[in-house]
């Protein structure tokens, strides 16, 4: 039989003497509170603020300041972010109209639409980032992963696995990925998914490998590599390297996300973005990410860099014309 | 009554000693059997790599041959750590040339290591025989060249899923003619081509070469040149396993195989042309390890091969194998020790294949010797488990992936605390535990309770309070090593077991509820932890103490707190004091 935790019948001053002479932490954790059922997929709960958040509302006030200039997205300069309707509450899939964060000039690929919902656009971040109260987007990023996987997230899971009916209007969805979920090391995933896009090709032809590029940013101490055979769009692309580079520039996001701050962050976005992405292609030289078609993009990217929208003005008039003369 | 026996008798007899725990023991008995065994000790574990300083080793330990280091924790392997968290060989490299002249082996797992480490290595030791490097990164192709070039005895060069910075330029040939002392070369991590002709000199050169994993970019055209070189090899990781179909190459292939009398294990086996599968039947029988976890083939494949390996120990295979796979596997495959099946398709919500938990029930059924199993599947139920648990009580390992977070029972919607509790019940001896699906903190009272003998526990989407992990801090005698993500666990918990955790080498908690003031206060307490909190949203000294840490690392140590850390992780209380 464990010993008794303190806490478990509302007492708190049980036998354990460590919390006794901490009676400072009593007033930063106050008694049975902060421990609300969590609803990590943000189902029924889309404002469920972290009620131990007690001292996050100065936070919020400062860091409204900083997120414009401090925030990190991708897209062209000059470009505005679509709009995004905050109380999209609960909606079906269907009506959710996925449209993409970062507008990335149109290739022929179609970022967004299609049912194939191997992501979830429109995030910022990934599913991890809804159960970091940290993040101050947790509260975006819930509500388009509450619409987007309303099929797996029925609650009493009545029609989980194989009898998994809800979805059969759409092809078999995509999960909206998970950091590091399932557990299967990079390696492996990137084995899978290079098999199966050979599949479709003829029996016998070996798969490409993996296909590492360096990553840099202005400003950022060290590089990041990451594998661009592992998307498949300029989406998945775009979010990835969001959320590995953001703390670099999001500034003091420091407090549970509340659902006012998460609004005027998302009013923030559409007033256009401060960095852009760019690649260096065979030829050495350097073109804003999402002119060309996305197997020609990863067939000719050599590297990535995440520079300043204003140092990437200039590239504009050059990409346009490379990607003329090529088709 | 220490000094009237010799020391040369009890280090004659130390020397029998090998496993570094019993050694370990030695050295508390008395002061002078401390002082024999040290300077007799010739091989070094160090299972955290900031648990202790390169001078606190060299010091007690003059005479090492053999050194293993782990870097980053476990969950690294799933991007949960940020580029840049730490894990560097260099310090280690650096004193270690300086005091370990003779030095012949050194196995990294999770470790950073520069070509410059590498250059080093090379160069230092003379009778340099054994390089290991797991889950490693920060080194290229040039590294590997110097090691090539200049370990003139080496025996062993194995990067097993290392990430390896193909620049261009072959290394293969930087082995000088007069190496002929290879035996193990594991290569399969390497994404570009190597010099065939460079490969096949080597292999024709090395007479006691026994484990041979090539890469990817080997073809199977040329498969069967490197086997008749090398007909004495024990473990075969093949290249990409597909060619145009012609049957002049599977005669080829065939002929080559059947000349190795001495397989027992192979890998490999990317891109699969099942055309070439027959290939290898002939050395089937013999196997004792397979691993076909990169191999695509759908399950009438799979098992053509299993059902002729009678003496299989090892399986890996991806879940294309279903269950009627399993099934095959558990009538054909007696001896089998350890079952591990991937996933094909993480990411796809509807199950891809006919894998469910009955696959996993069947090989718990027929394989009596199991003893370790990683699974990865769609679907559970608390029936199965517990039918598992008791059909092998004799489980040391047991990983369930359920891909879905939080799944219930699919029959009774129920969680599955009573199946893994029957885990834990039944299997006396379970040292590595992995849970998934949907569990309260109902599980985490059965491991409490049960589960003496768990060494390792890992935690994902679980629990409801606080209580889940104080029994597991509070019950597990044995644990050292503990990760969690995203689970409902805070500072109560964590601050009700802090001595438990000097007994553990690790703690991990990432996306929980533990709060950066709960992190000062503990490492304020426990001067011999170091307290990590990485979070890559920027300037900590602002947050208050209320607020969340996105990862805490928790690990006992005693060289202080590290100076090589990024700026996105800080150890709390850095008490110069206790610096080495």
């Known amino acids: 039989m464990p010993p008794p935790l303190l806490g478990i019948d509302g007492d708190d001053h049980g036998h354990v003497s460590l919390m006794t002479s901490a009676s400072t ?48 997205r991708l897209g062209l300069p000059g470009s505005q972010s679509p709009e995004r309707d ?208 996305w197997d020609l993009f990863i067939g000719s990217c050599k590297r990535l860099k995440i520079m300043k929208g204003s140092d990437a003005i200039g590239l504009a008039p050059r990409a346009m014309e490379k990607s003329k003369n090529r088709n | 009554m220490g000094y009237s026996f010799p020391e040369e008798v009890l280090e004659h007899v130390f020397s029998f000693i090998s496993l570094h725990t019993d050694r370990n023991a030695v050295s508390l008995v008395c002061k002078s059997w401390y002082e024999i065994e040290r300077w007799c000790r010739r091989r070094i574990f160090i299972g955290n790599c900031y648990a202790v300083s390169p001078g606190i080793v060299i010091r007690r330990f003059p005479e090492v041959r053999s050194v293993e280091l782990k870097g980053k924790p476990h969950f690294a392997d799933f991007n949960l750590v940020p580029d840049g968290w730490g894990g560097y060989f260099y310090p280690w490299i650096c004193e270690m040339a300086r005091a370990y002249p003779w030095l012949e082996e050194i196995r990294l797992k999770r470790m950073v290591i520069t070509d410059e480490s590498l250059e080093l290595i090379s160069k230092s030791f003379k009778n340099f025989k054994v390089l290991v490097l797991s889950s490693c990164e920060g080194f290229s192709i040039d590294g590997l060249a110097a090691i090539a070039a200049n370990c003139r005895n080496l025996r062993e060069l194995d990067l097993r899923e290392s990430e390896v910075e193909d620049l261009s330029g072959h290394w293969l040939s930087h082995f000088p003619d007069s190496c002929t002392s290879l035996q193990s070369l594991n290569m399969s991590c390497l994404l570009s081509e190597v010099s065939f002709s460079a490969l096949v000199r080597l292999i024709a050169r090395s007479p006691n070469l026994k484990t041979l994993r090539l890469n990817r970019a080997v073809p199977l055209e040329k498969l069967s040149t490197l086997l008749h070189r090398a007909p004495q090899l024990v473990e075969l990781g093949t290249g990409a396993y597909s060619a145009e179909i012609r049957q002049d190459l ?56 299993i059902t002729q390996c009678p003496n299989l120990q090892r399986l890996s295979v991806l879940d294309y194998i279903e269950d009627t796979g399993l099934d095959a596997l558990s009538l054909s495959c007696k001896e089998l020790r350890e079952l591990r099946v991937f996933p094909s398709d993480p990411f796809v919500a509807d199950a891809n294949v006919a894998l469910t938990e009955q696959g996993l029930v069947s090989v718990s059924e027929g394989c009596s010797k199991l003893q370790s199993v990683l699974y990865f599947c769609r679907q559970m139920s608390n029936s199965a488990l517990t039918t598992i648990a008791k059909n092998r009580p004799n489980l040391t390992c047991f990983r369930l992936c359920i891909l879905e977070p939080r799944a219930p029972d699919y029959q009774t919607l129920e969680p599955l605390d009573h199946g893994f509790g029957a885990i834990v019940d039944h299997c006396k001896q379970l040292q590595r535990l992995s849970l998934s699906g949907l569990l309260t903190d109902r599980v985490f009272e059965y491991i409490g309770n049960r589960a003496k003998k768990l060494e390792m526990l890992s935690i994902a989407f679980a629990g409801d309070s606080d209580l889940g992990l104080h029994f597991v801090l509070s019950g597990c005698e044995s644990l050292r090593k503990l990760e969690i993500r995203d689970c409902p666990f805070g500072d109560k918990a964590l601050l009700a077991n802090v001595s438990k955790l000097e007994t553990m080498r690790s703690l991990w908690m990432s996306s929980c509820s533990v709060s950066l003031g709960a992190c000062k206060w503990l490492s304020q307490k426990m001067p011999r932890l170091n307290v990590e909190v990485i979070d890559e949203q920027g300037d900590l000294d602002s947050r208050p103490d209320s607020c969340h840490v996105e990862k805490l690392y928790v690990y006992r140590t005693v060289a202080g707190p590290r100076l090589d850390m990024p700026s996105f992780v800080r150890t709390m209380n850095q008490n110069p004091a206790y610096r080495r």
């Open chain 1, 86 to 293: 905050p109380d999209a509450d609960l909606v079906s899939a269907e009506s959710l109209d996925e449209k993409p964060l970062f507008p990335l000039l149109p290739s022929k690929d179609g970022i967004c639409s299609g049912s194939q919902k191997t992501f979830v656009s429109g995030n910022k971040r990934g599913f991890s980032d809804v159960n970091n109260k940290v993040s101050s987007c947790a509260q975006t990023t819930m509500i388009n992963d509450a619409a987007s996987k309303v099929v797996s997230q029925d609650q009493t899971h009545a029609t989980f696995g194989n009898n998994n009916k809800v979805n059969t209007s759409n092809p078999p969805a995509a999960k909206a990925q998970v950091v590091g979920w399932p557990p299967v090391r990079s390696f492996r995933k990137n084995i899978l998914a290079t098999n199966a896009k050979t599949n479709d090709e003829v029996d016998g032809k070996p798969g490409p490998t993996a296909l590492f590029v360096k990553v840099s940013m202005d400003g950022a101490p060290y590089l990041r590599k990451v594998d661009l055979r592992s998307y498949t769009t300029y989406q998945q692309l775009s979010s990835a390297l969001e959320k590995m580079f953001s703390c670099f520039t999001l500034g003091q996001c420091g407090s549970q996300g509340s659902q006012s701050l998460s609004e005027s962050k998302l009013r923030d976005l559409l007033h256009g973005s401060e960095y852009v992405l760019t690649y260096e292609d065979k030829d050495g030289d350097w073109m804003l990410v999402g002119d060309v078609p």
């Open chain 1, 25 to 72: 932490m009593e007033s930063i954790f106050p008694k049975n509170a902060g421990l609300t059922e969590r609803n990590y997929l943000g189902l029924s709960d889309s404002s469920s603020v972290d009620s131990s958040a007690v001292s996050g509302i100065s936070d919020v006030k400062r860091s409204n300041l900083n997120l414009k200039a401090t925030e990190l």
């Open chain 2, 250 to 305: 599977l005669s080829n292939l065939t002929e080559a195989f059947a000349k190795c009398k001495e397989l027992e294990g192979l890998s490999g086996f990317w891109d699969v042309v099942p055309f070439y599968l027959p290939a290898f039947y002939s050395v089937c029988s013999r196997l004792t390890s397979l691993n076909l976890s990169y191999a695509t083939i759908q399950s009438p494949d799979v098992t053509k091969i």
